[in-house]
């Protein structure tokens, strides 16, 4: 039987609960914010009400509030423990990304969503985007005949390493890298080819000197199984010491190579893009336009709500389980690469510092 609205109990109110996930599930359709958990108590207190409830343990927020499915946005090494207990607890889930630190994490997760029957998506929003759901309806409709190659470059000018973000840079870095950020784009070359599994993965990264667990640049080679090359190059470290920003924040590429068509984004220097296709049957410029979280996170909690209202099946654009898994997976063993082969920009650093005894 179909619900009119859904209970949504946002666990986690942070940098992005607070800036993203919040307004996006109040613009949401057919969704109805019963609750807010979180251990701080500072950020508990700027939650909007009057009829939203605060809890400082989402334990208690699951067990009172006779939610239908909640929101996490806690950092990422909590997402599996809170996971589990909201399935278990039978509710629907939205995740934030990265899925889970590990692997085995995101394995355990989707099997106590089978075991509950419930739905497990995990944020990869930049599926939403306009511009990135053209490229799959024209790779879709056979535009570029047979993918061979994916290549995506995304440099961001998101956090320095001083100032009031540095901190978080640092978690960041300690829990996957550069690919903290950059899981949005090993996300996509599975949502262009339709899903898929990670194979032959190589990566080499650089730290640009910085000390912390994984690279803040990284260069990464792998194939789908249908045997699509895919080259992703994703930092971190860009413009990352020095005061300086980019318009729009990102320095970005992709190219997409089939046997009958390619699709090139092309960025101008005040950040906006054009995505072209050209191929034998059609030949195209379209805007490649920058949404803001909420606005894209908005559209995937419509889709979620109709999912669990009336039983809608998810479209692709909402990232399942095996999606959040695909990533990990290349992500974990993309980093472990890089720190086997270090970093030759660092030892050449220190070599040319003489110690006091060489002097
Ligand atoms: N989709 C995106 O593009 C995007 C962008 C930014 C952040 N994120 C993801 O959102 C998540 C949160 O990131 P953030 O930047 O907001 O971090 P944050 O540290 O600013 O916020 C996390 C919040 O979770 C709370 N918290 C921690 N453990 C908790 C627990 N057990 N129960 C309840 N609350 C708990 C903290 O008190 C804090 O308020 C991360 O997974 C991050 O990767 C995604």
């Known amino acids: 039987m179909s619900k009119p609205r859904i209970r949504l109990g946002l666990i986690g109110y942070g940098r992005h609960g607070q800036g993203a996930v919040f307004p996006a599930i109040r613009e949401a359709r057919g969704i109805d914010l019963a609750a807010v958990a979180d251990l701080s108590p500072d950020h508990l207190v700027k939650v909007p009400g009057p009829r939203v409830s605060t809890y400082l343990d989402y334990r208690r927020m699951i067990a009172h509030e006779r939610l239908d499915a909640v929101y996490v946005a806690t950092p990422v090494e909590t997402h599996a423990g809170v996971v589990l207990a909201a399935l278990g607890a039978g509710l629907h889930v939205i995740t934030e990304k ?13 099997a106590a ?23 799959r309806t024209w790779i879709a409709e056979g535009r570029l005949g047979r993918l061979g190659a994916i290549h995506i470059d995304h440099f961001w000018d998101g956090h320095k390493t001083t100032g009031p973000l540095a901190e978080r840079r640092r978690r960041f870095c300690d829990s ?5 950020c950059g899981i949005h784009r090993l996300d996509l070359p599975r949502y262009f080819n339709g899903g898929g ?39 971190f470290a860009f413009t990352a010491a020095i005061p300086q920003r980019l318009p729009g924040s990102n320095y970005e590429a992709l190219a997409i190579l089939g046997d009958r068509g390619v699709i090139v984004l092309h960025q101008a220097p005040n950040g906006s893009g054009q995505l072209q296709l050209v191929s034998e049957s059609l030949s195209r410029v379209v805007p490649f336009e920058r949404h803001g979280h909420s606005s894209v996170i908005t559209r995937m909690l419509n889709d979620f709500a109709g999912a669990v209202r009336q039983g809608r099946p998810l479209p692709p654009e909402a990232a399942t389980g095996e999606d959040g898994l695909q990533a990990q997976l ?18 050449k650093a220190r070599k040319k510092k003489p110690s006091n005894a060489q002097r």
Do not use: K
Request: hydrophobic share 45%; aromatic share 8%.
């Open 176 to 180: 996957s890298g550069c690919l903290d």
């Open 197 to 235: 599994s990670w194979r032959d993965i190589r990566a080499t990264g650089s730290w640009f000197g910085e000390a912390v667990r994984y690279p803040t640049h990284i260069a990464i080679q792998a194939r789908l199984d249908t045997g699509v090359l895919v080259t992703v190059n994703a930092s």
């Open 98 to 110: 990265p899925m889970a630190a590990s692997v085995a994490a995101c394995r355990r997760m989707i």
């Open 113 to 135: 969503a089978t075991r509950a029957r419930r739905l497990l998506v995990v944020d990869f929003e930049l599926r939403y985007t306009p511009g990135v759901r053209q490229i």
């Open 330 to 347: 290349i992500t974990d063993e993309a980093n472990r690469l890089a720190v086997e082969t270090g970093d030759t920009f660092a030892l």
